[in-house]
T-cell receptor, first 114, second 115 residues
Framework: AQSVTQLGSHVSVSEGALVLLRCNYSSSVPPYLFWYVQYPNQGLQLLLKYTTGATLVKGINGFEAEFKKSETSFHLTKPSAHMSDAAEYFCAFLGSGGYQKVTFGTGTKLQVIP | DTAVSQTPKYLVTQMGNDKSIKCEQNLGHDTMYWYKQDSKKFLKIMFSYNNKELIINETVPNRFSPKSPDKAHLNLHINSLELGDSAVYFC??????????????FGPGTRLTVL
């Protein structure tokens, strides 16, 4: 079955430290992959997406993610955490070829410690 | 100039009641969705409509009935509310289906509490 797995339901980093949120996918065909962010009491907002082409994808707010086929991973990174980055982050997956629904991971809550 | 709006934002009701949540998008998108997010933040799709036609209907109790009067609106009616229906319900829209179903634009959510 095609899916995404987010490792770590909670991640804490110090302000200014590297942010690394992990996402692995399971698919027999090249997928489309996404990261969404959900701030408290708000809906989800797209951070970045990978469809085809360049494997390093840059998104909003200084985030980026790299598609690594050999590792079936799409980890989200940011060089320096800011207090405003504290939120829930969701990795999402769309299988390519034909209509399928977007499947969301279970989410990772990022805490930024001053 | 809100892209995807939902009403109400909060809904508190008794078990057994019937309630509706409304959703409107002004993005000109063809496809709309309802998601349920539980207390553990798990996000699960419930329904998807493309141009007023139902295209995804996950294993949702038939107490839940979506209605799309036009492609800019997708409402969710829930009959005989149960405690387990308490969750945050998100409406979303996208340009279309397939690869065009991303990105999805989400509404602010409706927090439903069933007492």
């Amino acid at each position: 079955a095609q899916s995404v797995t987010q490792l770590g339901s909670h991640v804490s980093v110090s302000e200014g430290a590297l942010v690394l949120l992990r996402c692995n996918y399971s698919s027999s065909v090249p997928p489309y992959l996404f990261w969404y962010v959900q701030y408290p009491n708000q809906g989800l907002q797209l951070l970045l997406k990978y469809t085809t082409g360049a494997t390093l994808v840059k998104g909003i707010n200084g985030f980026e993610a790299e598609f690594k086929k050999s590792e079936t991973s799409f980890h989200l990174t940011k060089p320096s955490a800011h207090m405003s980055d504290a939120a829930e982050y969701f990795c999402a997956f769309l299988g390519s070829g034909g209509y399928q629904k977007v499947t969301f991971g279970t989410g990772t809550k990022l805490q930024v410690i001053p | 100039d809100t892209a995807v709006s939902q009403t109400p934002k909060y809904l508190v009701t008794q078990m057994g009641n019937d309630k509706s949540i409304k959703c409107e998008q002004n993005l000109g998108h063809d496809t709309m969705y309802w998601y349920k997010q539980d207390s553990k933040k798990f996000l699960k799709i419930m329904f998807s409509y493309n141009n007023k036609e139902l295209i995804i209907n996950e294993t949702v109790p038939n107490r839940f009935s979506p209605k799309s009067p036009d492609k800019a609106h997708l409402n969710l009616h829930i009959n005989s509310l149960e405690l387990g229906d308490s969750a945050v319900y998100f409406c979303a829209s996208s340009l279309g289906q397939g690869a065009s179903q991303t990105p999805q634009y989400f509404g602010p959510g409706t927090r439903l509490t069933v007492l």
